[in-house]
């Protein structure tokens, strides 16, 4: 057999064809001074910091809008339970009521009677709405 040279190589198989097969060529790749490359880093790092303050200052703001959105929530939500207390206050006692807190005055002093009980209901009632 001869030697076809360095670049002869005996293909065998499909598609082989006798065309001179190429060396291993870098593709289009490009050589840049380190300083170059140095610069376009600084300038993507200077860029992404910068997107990234913006984007840190905007979830900034978006949480202030949410912490005064719960705020103001809360508040009404106390407001609405202060308004229930005044309005469950301002309603008339069951006669259930009446009845079980009489029982209990009765039961820690027996000198009461019940027509004492009701004088001073009475009175403390009508000295509220006069």
């Known amino acids: ?15 082989v064809s006798h065309k001179k097969p190429q060396e ?4 289009n790749s490009l050589i840049l001074p380190k300083e170059v490359m140095e610069s376009i880093k600084s300038v993507v790092v ?8 913006a984007e840190r ?10 912490a005064a959105r719960v705020a103001e929530m809360e508040r009404a939500t106390k407001e609405q339970e202060m308004r229930g207390d005044l309005e469950t206050q301002k309603e008339p006692m069951t006669l259930d009521v009446i009845s079980s807190a009489l029982a209990q005055l009765q039961q820690k002093d027996p000198s009461l009677t019940s027509k004492m009980i009701a004088k001073v209901i ?8 006069v």
């Not at 291993?24 to 593709?27: K, L």
């Open 24 to 27: 291993n060529v870098a593709g």
């Open 122 to 129: 009475v009175a403390s009632a009508t000295s509220n709405y």
């Open 57 to 66: 200052e905007e979830i900034a703001k978006e949480k202030e809008a949410h």
């Open 1 to 15: 057999m001869e030697d076809g040279g360095a670049f002869h190589k005996r293909l065998v198989g499909i598609g």
């Open 46 to 53: 200077a860029d992404v910091q910068k997107e990234l303050s």
